[in-house]
């Protein structure tokens, strides 16, 4: 009886078995790709054997100096940092008729920092989204270049460099200001706004004579120290540079920002007459070769 028993028992066992269903696979995990961590303009590895020229003169910003090839400047703003995020503006000079002719753009600014991608969900998110399609949280360095020109004679004629320095990191604003006329020279115009910010200003005439200090000539401004801000030059007015230190609310004796631009007033406004009238060379030169063509062509044609 006992033996009848298991021998049933083996046998249920046998038949549940048969009976069971194989594991279903389990269901593949959903991943979402992750945007990068750093941004990316695209642009292929920047050419760092680029060296000055020897042949300009005049001051630099960072090694950086007016009259730089466009090239020249672009690979040397991207070697300066290996993280340095370069994007690209069409217009400086306004109202150029290019007939056709594609121009380089007239402005690149390289900057790097700290970044994050753009969100959408709300407008205040939606301001945030700068450069790349990111969301900039801190720019450490952000350099504008000036460059415009018929295609492969663009030169460097405006540079603007911003520092913005994290708590902890911010130099004596004091310091500052004899390391600038260390490099520049006495400023023509120095002036303070409280515990808000302390401004120098380098100005010269179209002949390269610097103007007398407290004064800014009749016809010769200041430029911005910001390279996003709103600029006038003048032919009456050659080089000119300014220096925007920012003090830091939490403790003026600090500066959470350094901003440096150059310009050359003179040459910029000339730079901006002679570009419509290369432009309009080209096109007649171009004109006359299609003409020239016309000719061949029309001694084919059967009458």
Not at 112 to 136: I, V
Not at 199 to 210: E, F, N, V
Request: charged share 20%.
């Amino acid at each position: 009886m006992q033996a009848r028993l298991l021998s049933l028992l083996g046998a249920l066992a046998v038949a549940a078995c048969g009976n069971s269903e194989p594991p279903r696979p389990a269901p593949p995990v959903k991943t979402t790709a992750k945007a990068p961590d750093k941004p990316s303009d695209g642009l292929p590895p920047p050419d760092c054997s680029v060296k000055i020229d020897r042949n300009l003169s005049g001051p630099d910003i960072v090694g950086m100096k007016l009259g730089m090839a466009r090239e020249d400047a672009l690979n040397y703003a991207r070697c300066l940092n290996k993280d340095t995020f370069v994007s690209f503006e069409g217009t400086w000079i306004q109202g150029l008729r290019s007939y056709g002719i594609k121009l380089a753009p007239q402005v690149f600014v390289a900057q790097f920092g700290d970044s994050r991608p753009c969100k959408f969900s709300s407008m205040d998110e939606m301001n945030k989204c700068g450069a790349g399609n990111r969301a900039w949280t801190h720019v450490a360095e952000k350099i504008t270049v000036v460059s415009p020109g018929v295609p492969g004679r663009e030169k460097v004629l405006g540079i603007w460099r911003e520092q913005h320095f994290r708590p902890g990191e911010m130099p004596e604003a004091q310091s500052l200001l004899p390391a600038l006329v260390q490099k520049y020279g006495p400023p023509q115009v120095t002036q303070k706004d409280g515990n808000s910010w302390m401004r120098m200003d380098w100005l010269h005439d179209a002949s390269g004579t610097p103007i007398a200090q407290g004064q800014r000539g009749p016809h010769c401004r200041s430029i911005s120290a910001r390279g996003n801000e709103s600029h006038s030059w003048s032919d009456a007015c050659g080089l000119t540079i300014t220096a925007l230190v920012v003090l830091s609310p939490d403790n003026p004796l600090l500066a959470k920002e350094l901003n440096v631009g150059m310009l050359h007033q003179q040459q910029l406004y000339r730079t901006g007459q002679s570009l419509q009238t290369q432009l309009q060379a080209m096109e007649q030169q171009r004109r006359e070769q299609e003409a020239d063509k016309g000719k061949s062509a029309a001694a084919n044609v059967k009458l």
